[in-house]
């Protein structure tokens, strides 16, 4: 699998963007997609995860919940991520990353390259 990452930009805090995370590769329904962040000076950081199947779960980190939305469309191989309400603490470089479904390896071993998310005060 191999992901690309897209709809960075700078905004001014309480604005929105859209990230996008488009796959090629095969079977893209039935791996986890999630996205990753890391500001400057700082650790990477989990945001959101999406699962597979028809109803699937979603998890969000403490700061972007009720802000953040992730989602994915399998028939368009992509996943994406809307932002709201965005504040200058959410600057990073975002990576969306995905890896198969199984509850016995989480590791996370597709990665994409970032895009930046710049929010000014």
């Known amino acids: 699998v191999q992901l690309q990452a897209s709809g960075g930009g700078v905004v001014q805090a309480g604005g929105s963007l859209r990230l996008s995370c488009a796959a090629s590769?095969?079977?893209?329904?039935?791996?986890?997609i999630a996205w990753f962040r890391q500001a400057p000076g700082k650790g990477r950081e989990f945001v959101a995860a999406?699962?597979?199947?028809?109803?699937?779960?979603?998890y969000y980190t403490d700061s972007t919940k009720g802000r953040f939305t992730i989602s994915r469309d399998n028939a368009k191989n992509t996943g994406y991520l809307q932002m709201n309400n965005l504040k200058p603490e959410d600057t990073a470089v975002y990576y969306c990353?995905?890896?198969?479904?199984?509850?016995?390896?989480?590791?996370?071993?597709?990665w994409g390259q970032g895009t930046q998310v710049t929010v000014s005060s």
């Open positions: 590769g095969r079977d893209f329904s039935t791996y986890v």
């Open positions: 999406i699962y597979s199947g028809t109803d699937p779960s979603t």
């Open positions: 990353a995905a890896r198969v479904d199984v509850d016995y390896d989480f590791e996370y071993k597709y």
